[in-house]
């Protein structure tokens, strides 16, 4: 049973990339085109790990998704995988402080950063690496959410 990853994205463009890439490494994706604001839409799901497109750093409102995605009972073991063009001021800001399984993956990034963190998060072995998509890259620059 191939793992279940949900990833949230307000760029159409990065969602298509993404979810094409996944698919071909025998992913079941999910995309979604906004923001993750509603944690029983992913419990719902019953993903292995979730992706969050994010702004330059964090807004209170996206720390509080994150703390209710980890208390709630069904996702508190999910791995999460935020990209953000604000990696080093999240890191610092201290917001994550005591948040467990979360991966920061700074943008902009090359599929093959994404697919690394991935593996990781899932504790799965990392494939070799693959020519077909040795050029794919996501970095287009700031992708805001």
């Known amino acids: 049973m191939p793992h279940r990853i949900a990833v949230f994205n307000h760029s159409?463009?990065?969602l298509l990339l993404i979810e094409s890439v996944l698919k071909q490494k025998g992913f079941e994706v999910f995309v979604f085109l906004e923001a993750l604001t509603d944690v029983s839409r992913v419990v719902e799901l019953n993903p292995d790990l979730v992706i969050i497109g994010h702004v330059t750093g964090f807004v209170d409102d996206e720390l509080d998704i994150i703390r209710q995605f980890r208390n709630n009972p069904t996702t508190e073991h999910v791995p999460i995988i935020v990209c953000t063009t604000g990696a080093a001021q999240v890191r610092n800001s201290g917001g994550l402080n005591g948040v467990s399984y979360i991966t920061i993956v700074p943008?902009?990034?090359?599929i093959h950063e994404l697919l690394d963190a991935i593996h990781l998060a899932l504790e799965i072995p990392s494939p070799t690496v693959d020519a077909s998509d040795a050029n794919t890259s996501l970095s287009e620059g700031p992708i805001i959410l």
């Open 12 to 14: 159409a463009n990065i």
């Open 107 to 110: 943008k902009p990034f090359n």
